[in-house]
């Protein structure tokens, strides 16, 4: 069995690194890796021992008072919101109903209207000479409609009395009659031109037999009597069959004239086809009064009244401007003439901030201030809107105002002051004064942002943390339902130059603050 020298394939590494690059890392290994864990191990207890190097601000606290405090009493402010008067739902809108140019405005901003009171006229030469246009119409439907009803007339005669075919009946049966009685009569005229016959036969043969006795004339008198005679008699035979013919046809005739008589088909097509007439004739003359009415109509509306009572808020269309009348494709302006509101029905369309919202009821109480109104406004809440300001962090709340004076108009701005709503009488007393955190009212700061006190944490650092107010509370202490615990201490004293994050001691609690949680009306 041959043996393996392993030895063979063992590398000297000590011949393939540099003696430049071995220094290098025997100096990082050495050196440079124990100095960044010392740096980072003095950095670390620096960071621990950072509250013993930064000098702690002083600062007086207050506890969290928990007691039982009943909700504020009617009438006792709770916020106040800016806004501005505006009608009450919304301002009136007087529309032009037709189609024209302004000629003339009749009332001015301000002004005290009554209901139906002309407002503006529009330019009516259009609408007159429509209006004549459809008397015209109206005259010549009422003519057609006048010869459409004799025509009727007389075709409900003919119906009910129909002479003509009566007289043609009568006068078929009369021609009928006449050919019956020739034909009656054919048989004796034929005897008789048998007769003749014979005779002049008999008369032609004796002067024919005389000879020279009489004269040749005589004889051809004779025999043209006889011609005559026999012809005769052969036109009286051949009348027999077209007088059997002319009376089977005249019976025919007689029989259906009779038949026409009996059933009145003509006539009576021709009455329901002329009531047909009358009811078109009608409805042209209807269709013609209702043009005359509508031209009529928008010759009215060329005044544009006022649909109600009320104060001329705004003049919207001008002199010379175009409205659009009722056109619904038009625009929402397009047809409006002025904007009227209600003296008396005024509301304030307030600014709440959002952290005040909650405290917002209907039919709150509001005070309303304003520097055109020598006394405070009373007024109550509606309903709050349904959009925020993104902007300004606020909600609008529709306010009424109750009896404002004459003073008082759209779009003034106004101070609004919410007060406290009246309680339930269902509530119990157990309910009206439930266990509450209350806080100074001074330590409490307002901002755009809501309201914030300061508080020390467990860690002795500052927080700056904002909080959400409640309805209860006395003139000194107000109720906080949100961002406050029971075991929070509130900075009184050293807060002016405080920033969020900074180190206090404390050096002691503030007895200024009024501490005292029984509730006290006003």
């Known amino acids: 069995m041959t043996e393996v020298d392993l030895g063979a394939l063992a590398l000297d590494r000590r011949k393939a690194i540099p003696p430049q690059r071995a220094r290098r890392r025997a100096v990082f290994s050495r050196y440079v890796l124990p100095g960044i864990v010392i740096l980072g191990f003095l950095t670390m207890l620096g960071w621990a021992a950072r509250d013993r190097l930064v000098s702690a601000k002083p600062v007086t606290v207050v506890p969290v008072v928990v007691a039982r405090a009943e909700v504020q009493q009617v009438g006792a402010p709770l916020f106040q919101a800016a806004g501005w008067v505006e009608p009450r739902p919304t301002p009136v809108v007087v529309s032009a109903l037709a189609e024209g140019v302004v000629h003339e405005l009749l009332v001015v901003e301000g002004q005290q209207i009554a209901a139906g009171q002309p407002v503006a006229r529009l330019i009516d030469t259009d609408a007159r000479l429509a209006l004549e246009q459809a008397q015209a119409t109206l005259a010549l439907r009422s003519a057609e409609l006048a010869a459409a009803r004799a025509e009727l007339r007389a075709a409900r005669l003919r119906l009910e009395h129909p002479v003509h075919l009566q007289a043609a009946l009568a006068e078929a049966e009369s021609l009928l009659a006449t050919t019956e009685t020739e034909l009656a009569r054919l048989p004796f005229l034929t005897q008789a031109a048998e007769a003749r016959v014979e005779f002049a036969r008999k008369d032609l043969a004796g002067k024919q037999e005389a000879g020279e006795a009489l004269a040749g004339r005589a004889v051809q008198q004779a025999q043209r009597e006889y011609d005559i005679a026999l012809a005769e008699a052969k036109e009286l035979e051949a009348r027999a069959p077209r007088l059997e013919r002319e009376a089977d046809a005249l019976r025919q005739r007689r029989d259906a004239l009779a038949r026409q008589l009996e059933l009145l088909i003509d006539e009576t097509r021709q009455a329901a086809s002329t009531e047909a007439l009358v009811s078109v004739a009608e409805g042209n003359e209807r269709q013609a009064i209702l ?12 005044v544009v009244e006022s649909p109600t009572a009320g104060r001329v808020l705004s003049l919207v ?6 409205v659009m009348g009722i056109d619904p494709g038009g625009e929402y302006k397009a047809n409006i003439i002025v904007t009227l509101y209600d003296p008396q029905m005024l509301q304030v369309r307030a600014d709440v901030r959002l952290e005040d919202v909650p405290l917002v009821q209907p039919g709150q109480p ?20 349904s959009q925020a300001d993104i902007q300004k962090n606020t909600l609008e709340v529709k ?3 109750t009896s404002p004076p004459e003073t008082v108009r759209p779009e003034m701005l106004v101070t609004a002051t919410f007060l406290a709503p ?3 009488d269902s509530e119990s007393e157990e309910s009206q004064q439930p266990e509450r955190l209350l806080a100074p009212r001074e330590l409490v700061e307002s901002a755009d942002d809501g309201h914030a006190v300061w508080v020390v944490d467990p860690r002795g650092t500052a927080r700056r943390t904002r909080v959400r107010l409640g309805q209860a509370g006395t003139d000194t202490l107000v109720e906080v339902v949100e961002g406050l615990t029971p075991t929070d201490r509130l900075i009184a004293g050293g807060r002016e130059r405080l920033e969020d994050g900074d180190r206090v001691t404390i050096s002691g609690e503030d007895d200024r603050l009024g501490m005292t949680a029984s ?4």
């Open 366 to 385: 509001v005070r309303i201030e304003t520097a055109s109104a020598n006394e405070p406004m009373q007024g109550y809440v509606l309903h709050s809107t």
């Open 422 to 424: 009246d309680k339930p």
């Open 291 to 302: 043009a005359v009415q509508a031209a009529q109509l928008r010759l009215d509306r060329m």
């Open 399 to 401: 306010v009424a105002i």
């Open 519 to 522: 509730a006290r009306g006003p």
């Open 317 to 322: 269309a001008r002199p010379g401007s175009r």
